[in-house]
């Protein structure tokens, strides 16, 4: 039987898998240096993302002071992460209070964003209360897509996993993502990768 393809986040079929398992969120520790000003090449030469004001009710206080911060320097998440060591969707993460950062996290972002880093300890040292920032189903738009996608192939992907893997669940804790950019000749292609744990159901 002919195997069924795989799909990137796009409302067309692509030629990458979306997903794989078994990982952990951040990359393997790297070495690198941080300063506290940049050369204009690591500046974003397009529209960054700021906060949506409307937000700010359910977020934690950190993601005003990273948020306006960014915005200052001018950094896409891309630039932050390459700074901090980290994947660029866990940068976004700890930026919406949706992903903890670590002590070490806490020294780079604030050399890199130059915000003192008494006040970012303050704010990013507990613990993330997840899930508060999205309503169920999605109104916005893009963040609708990727919730339409389950709704079209959650099943497929269910009964999938099951035959390679058995009766069991695909972790979002010992999970990491990525967003990729693709280009050929018809077009833009966003390649979102998931990567989880693989959890068997236990036997009692």
Aim: proline share 8%; charged share 25%.
């Amino acid at each position: 039987m002919a195997a069924l393809p795989r799909f990137a986040l796009s409302s067309r079929f692509a030629p990458r898998a979306i997903v794989p398992v078994a990982s952990a969120f951040a990359r393997p520790s790297v070495a690198c240096t941080t300063s506290r000003h940049f050369h204009p090449t690591k500046m974003a030469s397009k529209p960054i993302v700021t906060l949506d004001a409307s937000l700010i009710p359910r977020l934690p206080p950190s993601s005003p002071t990273l948020f306006e911060a960014k915005k200052k320097k001018n950094l896409t998440f891309e630039a932050i992460a390459k700074e901090v060591g980290r994947e660029e969707v866990a940068i976004a993460a700890m930026f919406y209070g949706q992903a903890q950062a670590s002590p070490e996290d806490i020294k780079k972002l604030s050399e890199v964003l130059e915000i003192p880093t008494e006040t970012l300890e303050s704010q990013l040292s507990g613990f993330p209360d997840r899930g508060r920032t999205i309503d169920m189903p999605p109104k916005e738009p893009l963040i609708y897509r990727l919730y339409e996608i389950v709704q079209n192939y959650g099943y497929a992907y269910k009964a999938v996993l099951n035959e390679k893997f058995g009766d069991g669940i695909m972790s979002a804790i010992s999970f990491s993502t990525k967003v990729e950019k693709e280009t050929d000749e018809k077009g833009d292609w966003a390649v979102i990768t998931l990567r989880g744990k693989w959890l068997p159901y236990s036997r009692f």
